[in-house]
């Protein structure tokens, strides 16, 4: 691994930032263009980035840190896909691939959390 990995604090601040971004305006209008069944999977993973928030924010921090190091370079990679499908905003079924990959992982880390 090169330099420092991911903190927890990063993580819950990178999930933060994604809960803001999956509901701008310009995520919205590409999803307005899809299938109901692709917006049904965003309102779902929408859903599971606040709970993730949510459970990281009154989690026990340190107790998460080794398995975050364990997961750092799969999750770096994860979201910087993730950003990029994000901003280029020309596949949904991408965007949500992308970010079902980064929360699964997240949610191992959150698992440790309790």
Avoid: C, H, Y
């Avoid at 107790?63 to 910087?80: P, R």
């Amino acid at each position: 691994m090169t330099g420092p990995g991911m903190t927890p604090d990063e993580l819950l601040a990178t999930l933060r930032s994604l809960e803001l971004e999956l509901r701008s305006s310009q995520v919205r209008e590409l999803f307005a263009k899809e299938d109901p069944a692709t917006r049904e999977r965003l309102v779902a993973l929408r859903q599971e980035v606040t709970l993730l928030v949510g459970r990281l924010t009154n989690a026990d921090l340190s107790s998460i840190a080794s398995k975050l190091e364990e997961l750092d370079g799969e999750l770096t990679a994860g979201v910087q896909r993730l950003r990029a499908r994000l901003t280029a905003l020309k596949s949904g079924e991408a965007i949500l691939d992308s970010l079902g990959m980064v929360l699964g992982l997240a949610a191992r880390v959150a698992l440790l959390a309790g």
